[in-house]
């Protein structure tokens, strides 16, 4: 019963995180948000780009702050973990729709630059998205479990299987961030610089 409802609780974490991306996505586009979209772009982004992409300071000190926000969102829902998934919830809807809106934009920038720049951006958003899923599930699934034990259908104990389910999906969420926030700081500036010149 453990590992159906880890595989049920991962599948719902994703679903979760993959209905905020299509809820973000309907609320960011129609032509009004991308004719305002157009206006707003300017090359101070770019600026800022290739100021972190020439400088190995600026490079690390952007890393830090990637994966310090990343696993901070991570550790939030790992902590939520007693509230039964509602916690996990909040955090994949929320920041799935930040994602969906982030993908119109892109979309958005695309028309205006002309260049393809989901290549460069999109990638490391793998990572640090199935971190999202996987530390959700731990919430999830024991949600899942008090709600088979309320029906009677297994008995309610948090074994060992339980903490290393937690402890798995820590280790490998934090790494995921990690993977995610190199991929990010230190690839995505200087290749996102290449394609919008």
């Not at 550790?75 to 996990?88: D, I, N, R, V």
């Not at 820590?170 to 200087?190: C, D, K, N």
Request: glycine share 10%.
């Amino acid at each position: 019963m453990f590992l159906k409802n880890f595989k049920k609780a991962v599948i719902i974490s994703a679903i979760i995180l993959f209905a905020g991306v299509v809820t973000g996505i309907g609320f960011e586009w129609n032509e009004e948000r991308q004719v305002r979209f157009q206006n707003r772009l300017d090359p101070s982004g770019l600026h800022k780009l290739q100021k972190i992409a020439g400088s190995p300071g600026e490079t690390r000190e952007f890393f830090g702050l990637i994966f310090s926000n990343n696993a901070r969102i991570v550790g939030l829902e790992l902590l939520g973990t007693p509230t039964l998934g509602f916690q996990a919830f909040l955090i994949n809807f929320y920041n799935g729709f930040a994602l969906g809106r982030t993908i119109v934009g892109l979309a958005h920038a695309r028309r205006a630059l002309g260049s393809n720049v989901y290549l460069f951006v999109l990638p490391h958003s793998f990572f640090e998205f199935t971190a999202m899923v996987l530390a959700g599930a731990p919430g999830i699934c024991l949600g899942l479990d008090a709600a088979a034990f309320l029906r009677r259908e297994q008995k309610f104990d948090l074994t060992s299987r339980f903490w290393f389910q937690l402890l798995f999906c820590a280790a490998t969420s934090l790494i995921l961030v990690l993977v995610g926030a190199l991929f990010e700081a230190f690839y995505m500036p200087g290749k996102l610089i290449e394609i919008v010149r």
